[in-house]
């Protein structure tokens, strides 16, 4: 994968490590949810971009949990502001 979706809906490169980003990829038919649910969504912190043919993307959840996807499975991806700060008091 170049970093591109066929849809153009991947806006996200290795110049956006450190960001934190939303992606959108197909999920195995193994970990397909209970009603059918094909795709599944990862915020956090990207971690790590590799482009090729094993190209992946590594992203850090707000649990601290890190997930590997493969960019062939992304569908769509984009960087997101940060969280909202909760009001003090």
């Known amino acids: 994968m170049d970093g591109t979706s066929p ?11 450190g960001s934190r980003v939303v992606l959108r990829y197909r999920l195995d038919p193994p970990d ?13 912190e990207l971690l790590e971009w590799t482009e090729g043919a094993q190209g992946q993307a590594t992203v850090r959840r707000r649990s601290g949990e890190q997930v590997s996807v493969k960019l062939a499975r992304v569908v769509a991806g984009k960087v997101i502001p940060p969280p909202r700060q909760k009001p003090a008091g």
Do not use: N, P, W
């Open 7 to 17: 849809s153009g809906a991947l806006r996200i490169s290795a110049q956006d490590v």
């Open 32 to 44: 397909h949810g209970q009603f059918g649910e094909t795709l599944s969504d990862l915020v956090g």
